[in-house]
Structures are given as C-alpha cells and as structure tokens.
C-alpha cells in the first residue's frame, strides 16, 4: 500500500494505491470517501491489476470545496495524467459524471482504456432522480453541487456520446434510481455502452457488494487493457 497525495493550489488530494500492474483508478461516490473502495482493490489486487483511489476534495482526508462538476472533474484529470496509460477508470455515482466531465478533454480521453459507471448516467430523469435523493436524505447535504450536476445532464450526455472508449455501465438493484429508459438513452447515445447488473447492491454497489462488484471490474478491466495493448 502507497500513500499519494495530490496539491492543486489550495486544494489537497490524498490517495492510497494498492498492488501491482495496470491501474484501475476508483471513484467514490458524494458523501463516501476512498476507503469504500478497500474490498474491491484488494480483490483486484488479486488480479493482477494496480488499484488508486484519491478522496475526491471535501471528502475524506482531501481538502477544498465539492461545490461544482467542473472542480471535482479538473481533479480527475490530473489524476488521470498522474497515471501510466492505458488505465481504467471506475467511477460511482459522483464519481462516475466527474469522469465522464474529465474525458471530454482528448488528452485525458486517450488516456483511458475503459470506463466503469457505477449505478450512474449522465442523463438522468429529473423528477425521479430528486424524489430518490430526498427519499435518502441526500438532497440538502450538498445543494450548491446536486443542482450543478443536474443542470449539465443534457451536455454530460453529448460528451458521453463522443467517448471513443468502451464503457460498462454496472447497475444496482430495485434500491438504483436509474430508471430503464434512462439506460437506454444512454445506449441509444453511444452504442459502445455495455450493461451489467449487481442485483442484490443498492445504489453503493462497492459497500454492498464488493465481491461481485470485483469480479465484473477484473473481467471488464482486462479486456479492456488487451484491446487497448493490440490498437497500440
């Protein structure tokens, strides 16, 4: 186990990366912090695969203020630039449409073999997406970055659509808040976009299921390297 730490300006990041071999960045979801990710990396650690997950900022041990898309996404970036390419990235819900937001640059794009959304999308259904953050407490927890996030869903999904590499979408269960339709807006944007489910998860699919979370990740996350070590 390694300790990182990222500065950006006033900004403090810190990571632990795990194991050996190609990375696999993971991030959480708003209100979690890196330590959620412990089971997972240590399953894919197993694997052969080099796990890093940072706190996002003003979670965990990092620093500075969650208060827009744009700031958590910069983040990701340099992340992602802080990395041997190629590598997947994983990310949860929060983490997920901040990674979406980083790989509309092309340098960081190009970067990443593959992309992991867990139990997120870009686009979600308004009404329903509000009624199942206050139905969990979570829509006055952070208010200045829910209605950012919700306001960009139309362009999140435009980006998501130019994404050239593959993307897994990994659903939880009845507790998800993503409905099918908005899955399928999803597809219907970009036909690359694959589609598992953990069934017995609720939304924080790395704290209830950790295990089968893993092995999907191991599978998608190889192959996804392959193809990307024979395009290169």
């Known amino acids: 186990m390694v300790d990182l730490t990222i500065w950006r300006d006033d900004t403090t990041l810190r990571g632990t990366a795990i194991g050996d071999g ?21 399953a894919l650690s197993r694997c052969g695969l080099r796990t890093v997950a940072y706190d996002l900022r003003g979670h965990g041990d990092s620093t500075g203020q969650a208060t827009t ?16 390419a190629p590598l997947v990235v994983v990310g949860a819900s929060l983490g997920g449409l901040a990674a979406i937001a980083a790989l509309a640059d092309p340098s960081v794009a190009q970067r990443v073999a593959g992309l992991v959304l867990v139990d997120v999308v870009p686009d979600p259904d308004l ?16 208010p200045e970055l829910v209605e ?17 590499p593959p993307i897994l979408l990994v659903r939880a269960g009845p507790d998800s808040p993503i409905g099918d339709a908005e899955v399928e807006r999803l597809r219907a944007a970009n036909p690359g976009v694959t589609v598992d489910q953990v069934t017995s998860a609720g939304h924080l699919v790395a704290r209830d299921a950790p295990d089968e979370l893993a092995r999907i990740l191991a599978d998608y996350a190889s192959a996804c390297l392959v193809s990307a070590v024979d395009q290169g």
């Not at 997406?129 to 927890?141: Q, S, Y």
């Not at 950012?148 to 050239?164: F, Q, S, W």
């Open 69 to 84: 898309l744009p700031l958590v996404a910069d983040d990701v970036a340099v992340m992602i630039h802080g990395e041997r």
């Open 22 to 42: 190609p990375t696999v960045l993971l991030l959480h979801a708003g209100g979690e912090r890196r330590g959620v990710w412990a089971p997972v990396a240590e």
């Open 127 to 142: 009404p329903e997406v509000r009624a199942w953050l206050d139905e969990h407490g979570l829509l006055d927890t952070q």
């Open 148 to 164: 950012d996030i919700l306001a960009r869903g139309p362009d999140l999904l435009a980006v998501t659509a130019k994404i050239e």
